[in-house]
């Protein structure tokens, strides 16, 4: 049962990233009026399904990023990690430069 409601909320591999917990309560809040859980059992059930959707939504944030980063990379661009590298390298190259100066 608990997996038909994950399913249910996060049917589009991209719905976990907009499911929140009031989504979750109202689905929930549903099963409650069908009778399909009891009263008591929802809010343990909302915070599991919540820690659930949590994990899946940090998957598939990190494959997301995974992802475009491969894209940037055979796209020839660097990602903002490979720029900060770069501006620290220019950074210590000019003060080479300039202390080379004085």
């Known amino acids: 049962m608990m997996s038909d409601?994950?399913?249910?909320?996060?049917?589009?591999?991209?719905g976990a990233l907009f499911v929140t917990k009031e989504n979750i309560q109202e689905v929930i809040d549903?099963?409650?009026k069908k009778g399909e859980i009891k009263k008591e059992e929802a809010k343990a059930q909302v915070k599991e399904l919540f820690n659930k959707v949590l994990s899946s939504k940090k998957e598939?944030?990190?494959k997301i990023e995974?992802?475009?980063e491969k894209a940037l990379h055979k796209l020839d661009i660097p990602t903002r990690k490979?720029?900060?590298?770069?501006?620290?390298?220019?950074?210590?190259?000019?003060k080479r430069l300039e202390a080379r100066e004085d």
């Open 60 to 62: 598939i944030e990190t």
């Open 66 to 68: 995974e992802i475009v």
């Open 82 to 94: 490979e720029l900060q590298e770069m501006q620290k390298k220019l950074e210590e190259i000019i």
């Open 5 to 14: 409601i994950i399913e249910k909320l996060i049917n589009i591999g991209f």
């Open 30 to 32: 549903d099963m409650v």
